[in-house]
């Protein structure tokens, strides 16, 4: 009934040496970015976490 899978083939490591210096700024850039967004849903979450807390609480 299933056919044998092929098995799942990891991403080769990138070689950061083999990079230019334009590609570093662009992952820099990239990470960054995607910091930011990380920071900003985690203070939402921890906001929710807080106002929870509050309501919580008084009852």
């Excluded at 092929?6 to 590609?23: A, R």
């Excluded at 970015?33 to 976490?49: G, M, R, T, W």
Aim: charged share 45%; proline share 5%; no cysteine.
């Amino acid at each position: 009934m299933f056919d044998e899978e092929e098995p799942i083939k990891k991403p080769k490591p990138l070689d950061l040496d083999d990079l230019s210096v334009e590609e570093i700024e662009v992952m820099i850039n990239d990470h960054k970015f995607e910091i930011s967004n990380l920071e900003a849903l985690l203070k939402k979450k921890k906001d929710k976490l807080k106002l929870a807390d509050a309501f919580f609480k008084k009852n």
